[in-house]
């Protein structure tokens, strides 16, 4: 059952409106014919398009999970459709109604298939066979009135069952999507703190043993353990250092290797990736550029749904656009980053970075549209603003 698969609220309505949208194409233009060809009366025409009708709030009932009272009023009315088609010989497709209706409620039951099925099958059927009580017995009317009907709702049970598998598939493959995403923002902070470990573990360490030596040599050797004291200092003066360049991914950090682990991380979370822009501008763009495709990276994997990012890049600049985000109407331009929300804090610090040395960093949200433009200025740029 649907249920049993969880996910994004938002990701299961996108999936709920496909699949009620696939099973109607697949199944209301039938009944449609059926009603209008089928009829021998207007008042009969009538009958069967009512019951198809009530059929469709069991169509929304059945991509979600329960039933409601609603769903029960159009399966007995479905039935009473069908009944009393049978019992004044008119179409033997009123049966339609009754068995696409109890088809899709046996679905949300908690019922063995096959034997709901047949049960469903042996109940239009039975159902059918009271047109025995007011027409002479024929192997016609058993043929219109009992064969027919029991397998057009083996068929329609059919394809309802096909219609549950495809959702359940989908809904599986998003929910392996949003996981194969998880699992990137995870690598990338188990790498994070893998880099903060080798940086500060082994200072912390070589920083314990040279105070334990100036401990020991203080009363004996003071200008010893003075040397031992500074040279601590400077390790941990380096380690801070190390630890900044980290936080702000500097120390290795260029754009070609973040738009190939773009990428990666984006095709790997189910996002078509286009890239734009000449290779030889991405090796010598800013390092700072490449931090700002990473941050964005990071954001739209935690916090963004988006079905594609481009990434365009240019001397000096690099732009990344995905559809993830909808702003409300009006909302677009509302505030800083780190105003409008915690997730765009990190693009508001590369802001202040790149405009200390002459760029800029400017973010667009326009109805589903999410875009992140940065420049870099050269290093005589930032040499003239110091000047």
């Given at each position: 059952?649907?249920?049993?698969?969880?996910?994004?609220?938002?990701?299961?309505?996108?999936?709920?409106?496909?699949?009620?949208?696939?099973?109607?194409?697949?199944?209301?233009?039938?009944?449609?014919?059926?009603?209008?060809?089928?009829?021998?009366?207007?008042?009969?025409?009538?009958?069967?398009?009512?019951?198809?009708?009530?059929?469709?709030?069991?169509?929304?009932?059945?991509?979600?999970?329960?039933?409601?009272?609603?769903?029960?009023?159009?399966?007995?009315?479905?039935?009473?459709?069908?009944?009393?088609?049978?019992?004044?010989?008119?179409?033997?497709?009123?049966?339609?109604?009754?068995?696409?209706?109890?088809?899709?409620?046996?679905?949300?039951?908690?019922?063995?298939?096959?034997?709901?099925?047949?049960?469903?099958?042996?109940?239009?059927?039975?159902?059918?066979?009271?047109?025995?009580?007011?027409?002479?017995?024929?192997?016609?009317?058993?043929?219109?009135?009992?064969?027919?009907?029991?397998?057009?709702?083996?068929?329609?049970?059919?394809?309802?069952?096909?219609?549950?598998?495809?959702?359940?598939?989908?809904?599986?493959?998003?929910?392996?999507?949003?996981?194969?995403?998880?699992?990137?923002?995870?690598?990338?902070?188990?790498?994070?703190?893998?880099?903060?470990?080798?940086?500060?573990?082994?200072?912390?360490?070589?920083?314990?043993?040279?105070?334990?030596?100036?401990?020991?040599?203080?009363?004996?050797?003071?200008?010893?353990?003075?040397?031992?004291?500074?040279?601590?200092?400077?390790?941990?003066?380096?380690?801070?250092?190390?630890?900044?360049?980290?936080?702000?991914?500097?120390?290795?950090?260029?754009?070609?290797?973040?738009?190939?682990?773009?990428?990666?991380?984006?095709?790997?979370?189910?996002?078509?990736?286009?890239?734009?822009?000449?290779?030889?501008?991405?090796?010598?763009?800013?390092?700072?550029?490449?931090?700002?495709?990473?941050?964005?990276?990071?954001?739209?994997?935690?916090h963004a749904r988006p079905m594609t990012l481009t990434i365009a890049v240019a001397p000096g600049a690099v732009r990344i656009e995905n559809d993830g985000v909808a702003a409300p109407v009006g909302e677009e331009d509302a505030g800083e980053p780190d105003q409008r929300e915690p997730a765009l804090r990190g693009l508001a610090r590369l802001r202040e970075r790149l405009e200390a040395e002459g760029g800029s960093?400017?973010?667009?949200?326009?109805?589903?549209?999410?875009?992140?433009?940065?420049?870099?200025?050269?290093?005589?740029?930032?040499?003239?603003?110091?000047?």
């Open positions: 059952m649907i249920s049993d698969v969880h996910g994004d609220p938002a990701v299961l309505r996108r999936m709920r409106r496909t699949t009620l949208l696939i099973a109607m194409i697949a199944i209301m233009p039938i009944g449609v014919v059926v009603a209008v060809i089928s009829a021998d009366s207007a008042f009969e025409g009538w009958m069967l398009a009512l019951g198809l009708i009530l059929s469709l709030p069991v169509f929304f009932i059945w991509t979600t999970d329960g039933i409601g009272k609603g769903g029960v009023f159009a399966a007995v009315f479905s039935l009473v459709v069908w009944i009393s088609c049978a019992l004044t010989g008119a179409s033997p497709l009123g049966f339609f109604s009754a068995a696409l209706t109890i088809g899709l409620i046996l679905h949300r039951l908690p019922w063995p298939r096959l034997p709901a099925t047949l049960l469903l099958t042996g109940v239009v059927a039975l159902f059918g066979a009271t047109v025995y009580l007011t027409q002479p017995a024929s192997i016609e009317l058993a043929e219109r009135y009992i064969l027919m009907p029991s397998i057009g709702t083996l068929i329609i049970v059919g394809v309802v069952a096909l219609c549950e598998r495809a959702l359940l598939l989908v809904h599986q493959a998003e929910r392996a999507k949003q996981a194969e995403a998880a699992l990137a923002v995870e690598r990338e902070r188990v790498r994070f703190a893998g880099d903060l470990h080798d940086i500060q573990g082994h200072a912390l360490h070589v920083a314990r043993l040279k105070l334990a030596v100036a401990e020991r040599v203080i009363d004996s050797d003071p200008a010893r353990a003075t040397a031992e004291i500074g040279e601590v200092r400077a390790l941990i003066g380096d380690t801070i250092g190390r630890t900044r360049e980290l936080a702000y991914a500097s120390h290795e950090l260029n754009l070609p290797a973040e738009l190939e682990n773009t990428r990666n991380l984006a095709e790997a979370a189910g996002i078509a990736v286009s890239i734009d822009g000449d290779a030889a501008a991405s090796r010598a763009a800013h390092p700072l550029l490449a931090q700002v495709l990473r941050e964005a990276t990071t954001n739209l994997l935690r960093l400017d973010i667009e949200r326009d109805r589903g549209r999410f875009v992140v433009t940065a420049t870099a200025g050269s290093p005589a740029d930032s040499e003239e603003d110091e000047a």
